[in-house]
């Protein structure tokens, strides 16, 4: 009878802990599909999340021309730079408000133009950087095949110890710009204001990013010319050979005036031509 009683609990201890392990197994299978359809949840909200970061941080891009005047610093890209009275250019790398045919900067985009620019009849090599400065360069290119540097002077000398170039390409010789053939925007400009020896940079209005002109200067010492609220002045190239050239007119001095290291050339200074391909 005692044996009886002995198996019979046995058996209903081994069926209890049957139950205890099938309800264990059951719990592991209902938490085993919460934690599936969490999952799917989780990853649908990625998605639907992805999405509407994808519509509102990605539609919110600006424009090209909006672009183009953050980097000239204006606020509305209808908004004119207007250093001066007689100019007061749109901010747009292609065409400017006052109508000037500025080519585009795709067509000297990713280029090298090699060339010659001589200067009383000595030859300097030069490079323009379509890649660092497509719109300078395009904008070169085109006025140097035109013919427009041909008897041109270089009107300005400054031969300060940290301040030396040599300024050419005005319409009339004096330094003047030309109000109807303005661009930008600026490009390649140096973070640290140094323009190393041999730079070919482009001579702007001041404080204006979109008062680029015909006018250059060729950089004949290591030169620091300090940003002004645009920024600095476009790199749009280098001199490769015959720097010494640009040395020797800055031996000769500056005529007398209001500076002693900045003024016109002693030595007058014709470009004979400037041609690149």
């Not at 009886?4 to 309800?23: D, F, G, P, V, Y």
């Not at 919460?34 to 519509?55: K, S, W």
């Not at 730079?81 to 292609?94: D, F, I, L, N």
Request: glycine share 10%.
């Amino acid at each position: 009878m005692a044996a009886s009683s002995r198996n019979a609990r046995e058996t209903k201890r081994r069926i209890q802990q049957m139950e205890a392990k099938r309800e264990i197994r059951r719990d592991q299978d209902t938490r085993r599909k919460r934690d599936n359809l969490v999952a799917v949840g989780a990853g649908a909200t990625a998605v639907v999340l992805a999405v509407v970061l994808q519509l509102t941080a990605f539609a919110g891009n600006p424009t090209e021309d909006e672009f183009a005047a953050a980097q000239a610093g204006l606020t509305d890209p209808s908004a004119t730079a207007a250093p001066s009275a007689t100019a007061s250019p749109s901010p747009s790398p292609v065409q400017t408000s006052n109508g000037a045919n500025i080519p585009a900067p795709d067509v000297a985009a990713g280029k090298t133009f090699n060339g010659d620019l001589v200067l009383n009849g000595n030859a300097l090599g030069v490079e323009l950087n379509g890649t660092a400065a497509p719109q300078a360069a395009a904008v070169f290119s085109a006025l140097s095949n035109e013919g427009f540097y041909n008897g041109k002077t270089c009107h300005r000398l400054t031969t300060g110890d940290a301040f030396a170039l040599l300024q050419c390409g005005s319409d009339d010789g004096t330094g003047a710009s030309d109000p109807t053939y303005t661009w930008g925007p600026l490009e390649n400009t140096p973070a640290d204001n140094t323009y190393a020896a041999g730079t070919i940079a482009v001579a702007r209005s001041a404080n204006n990013a979109y008062g680029n002109g015909k006018q250059f200067f060729i950089v004949y010492k290591d030169t620091v010319i300090p940003a002004d609220t645009a920024g600095g002045y476009t790199v749009v190239g280098k001199v490769t050979s015959g720097l010494e050239f640009v040395s020797a007119i800055a031996a000769a001095g500056i005529t007398p005036g209001n500076s002693d290291t900045d003024g016109t050339p002693v030595e007058p200074v014709t470009i004979d031509s400037f041609s690149l391909k």
